[in-house]
Every structure is written in structure tokens, then in C-alpha cells.
């Protein structure tokens, strides 16, 4: 079985840093996906980590560490816009279906 | 390129009545799946084709449930009879490769 745990709420200020963690025990592991999803709307693709280390997108940064079962989304100088649920999802290790966390809602405030 | 598409946006019946949402997916993708969100809960995978074949059906919550991908284009997905549990939002994805997915907007069923 899967389970992925992230925090439920995260209020940051405009500009700001902000850090959302994922932890993950699962049956098999072949890869950690974020995906952004505005109320309403599809969830988008964010980023992708399979091996340990960090990928770093723009603004946006995942990191991953296999062996901690852990992983983080780190969204920099925040806009308003990125208030949105992030979503973090394991892909399974021998087919492609996802496993997804309860998603972090991140609200940006002036 | 068009992403993909799912009809109806929201869709309102009630108990026993049957409902099909139906999924387009990117021109291209041979890979579609479908996944339900219930209210309060996470994203939860339904089944997964690889063309017209059913690749993994092993989140189906019961036999009211019925995907069919005939010709390996669209998909749809069946309830009969719905039952006030399947009230939630349904996705799609596809994807070409198996690693990146591309959602669709999704489905909102409600179940009265």
C-alpha cells in the first residue's frame, strides 16, 4: 500500500519562500511527482524526481531523497498567483499509476 | 495541442440512475487513466489503458463501475446504478510516455 503525507495548510507572504515537505511509504518507488491545481481546474505538472538530489524549475525547486522517503517543493518569491493545492503523487515501481498525497493548500497573501 | 478534454464539466443525478463521463485524450497518448476525487479525501487512481487495454483496473471500487477505450482514442466511464458514494470529481489523464501525466479538468458527479 501507499502512504503519503503532506500538510493540510500553508500561509506564506507575497515574495516569500515557501517549503512544502512530503513523506512517502510505499510498496515500490519509481518516481515523486508534484502537480499544481487551481480551484476547479486540472492539476498541472510541476516537477519529477526519480534519482536523490534537486531539480530546480524557475521558481520552482523538488528535492528528493530516497532513502528518507521525503521530499520537498520549494516555490520562491511568491506571487499570487501560485496560491493554489499542491499535490505530491509516488508512481508505483512496476506500473504508471500515481499514488497522491491529500495536496497542501498554500495561500499567498499581500 | 489541444490537452485533454473531459464532458460534461459537472453532471447532477440521482440515485440509481446511470451517468457516463467521457475523456479525450492528447492526440498521440496511448496511455489513459482515470482517477476520482471524493470530497475531503486524496486523489485516488480508478485504471489505467494502454491503448484500448486495460492495463490496471485494480482501483475500480465495484462492478458498477465500467471503462471502455474502444479504437484507443477517447474513453469513457460508466456508472450504473450511481450510488450517493460516487459523488466526487472524476480526472483523466494521458500521458505518451508513462511519466509525465497531463490531467484533464475533471468530471464533478454529484449523487443525490
Known amino acids: 500500500g501507499q502512504n503519503i503525507d503532506q500538510p493540510t495548510e500553508m500561509t506564506a507572504t507575497e515574495g516569500a519562500i515557501v517549503q512544502i515537505n512530503c513523506t512517502y511509504q510505499?510498496?515500490?518507488?519509481?518516481?515523486l511527482f508534484w502537480y499544481q491545481q487551481h480551484a476547479g481546474e486540472a492539476p498541472t505538472f510541476l516537477s519529477y524526481n526519480v534519482l536523490d538530489g534537486l531539480e530546480e524549475k524557475g521558481r520552482f525547486s523538488s528535492f528528493l531523497s530516497r532513502s528518507k522517503g521525503y521530499s520537498y517543493l520549494l516555490l520562491k518569491e511568491l506571487q499570487m498567483k501560485d496560491s493554489a493545492s499542491y499535490l505530491c503523487?509516488?508512481?508505483?515501481?512496476?506500473?504508471?499509476?500515481?499514488?497522491f498525497g491529500a495536496g497542501t493548500t498554500v495561500t499567498v497573501r499581500a | 495541442e489541444a490537452g485533454v478534454t473531459q464532458f460534461p464539466s459537472h453532471s447532477v443525478i440521482e440515485k440509481g440512475q446511470t451517468v457516463t463521463l467521457r475523456c479525450d485524450p492528447i492526440s498521440g497518448h496511448d496511455n489513459l487513466y482515470w482517477y476520482r476525487r471524493v470530497m475531503g479525501k486524496e486523489i485516488k487512481f480508478l485504471l489505467h489503458f494502454v491503448k484500448e487495454s486495460k492495463q490496471d483496473e485494480s482501483g475500480m471500487p465495484n462492478n458498477r463501475f465500467l471503462a471502455e477505450r474502444t479504437g484507443g482514442t477517447y474513453s469513457t466511464l460508466k456508472v450504473q446504478p450511481a450510488e450517493l458514494e460516487d459523488s466526487g470529481v472524476y480526472f483523466c489523464?494521458?500521458?505518451?510516455?508513462?511519466?509525465?501525466?497531463?490531467f484533464g479538468p475533471g468530471t464533478r458527479l454529484t449523487v443525490l
Open positions: 510505499t510498496s515500490g518507488f519509481n518516481g
Open positions: 503523487a509516488v508512481r508505483d515501481t512496476n506500473d504508471y499509476k500515481l499514488s
Open positions: 489523464a494521458s500521458s505518451k510516455t508513462g511519466v509525465e501525466q497531463f
